[in-house]
T-cell receptor, first 110, second 112 residues
Framework: NAGVTQTPKFQVLKTGQSMTLQCAQD?????MSWYRQDPGMGLRLIHYSVGAGITDQGEVPNGYNVSRSTTEDFPLRLLSAAPSQTSVYFCSTSRGETQYFGPGTRLLVL | KQEVTQIPAALSVPEGENLVLNCSFT??????LQWFRQDPGKGLTSLLLIQSSQREQTSGRLNASLDKSSGRSTLYIAASQPGDSATYLC???????????FGAGTRLFVKA
């Protein structure tokens, strides 16, 4: 039981490049979400999903896309990376009120 | 709009000291409040969850209280140890397990 896994752990991008951050879970949780964490700030919700085929925007969705074709996977796509997207990204799953977090992906956009 | 504030931003204490971390939130219409621990370079681990109808929760040396009417929660750590060094985040939920609003955290350092 791996819980929540995220890949890659670290990525450097150039401005304008696109990439996909992967998130996978093996706990069969319906709720999944993506957060970003910036220095001196709490985690901010980017997008979330309440089940396969259903996604919605969070607090800071601009510049990011998501899709949820299976219960297990919830990838986050950066369409055209900008330096403002330099951050640590966390994927989370939920069962009821308890949230489980992945180890994070550290992204640097030059 | 719900806002969560944590004070202090950083704290350094000698080993063995009892300490209190503070969390305040602006909208009392919360479903629950959680305290998380985050180690450097790692994800978050849930420590305590307090339902909106509860006043406190305890786990080992940790005790969290909730006062919805005043929009405050405290995390009490007894007999602190160097292994308690981490960032502690407070978070409130309005409902479900995904719309969570986080505070910026308190970075704790316990000196041996």
């Amino acid at each position: 039981n791996a819980g929540v896994t995220q890949t890659p752990k670290f990525q450097v991008l150039k401005t304008g490049q696109s990439m996909t951050l992967q998130c996978a879970q093996d706990m069969n949780h319906e709720y999944m979400s993506w957060y970003r964490q910036d220095p001196g700030m709490g985690l901010r919700l980017i997008h979330y999903s309440v089940g396969a085929g259903i996604t919605d925007q969070g607090e800071v969705p601009n510049g990011y896309n998501v899709s949820r074709s299976t219960t297990e996977d919830f990838p986050l796509r950066l369409l055209s990376a900008a330096p403002s997207q330099t951050s640590v990204y966390f994927c989370s799953t939920s069962r009821g009120e308890t949230q489980y977090f992945g180890p994070g992906t550290r992204l640097l956009v030059l | 709009k719900q806002e969560v504030t944590q004070i202090p931003a950083a704290l350094s204490v000698p080993e063995g000291e009892n300490l209190v971390l503070n969390c305040s939130f602006t909208d009392s219409a919360i479903y629950n409040l959680q305290w998380f621990r985050q180690d450097p370079g790692k994800g978050l681990t849930s420590l305590l969850l307090i339902q909106s109808s509860q006043r406190e929760q305890t786990s080992g040396r940790l005790n969290a209280s909730l006062d919805k009417s005043s929009g405050r929660s405290t995390l009490y750590i007894a007999a602190s140890q160097p292994g308690d060094s981490a960032t502690y985040l407070c978070a409130v939920q309005r409902g479900g397990g995904f719309k969570t609003i986080f505070g910026a955290g308190t970075r704790l350092f316990v000196k041996a």
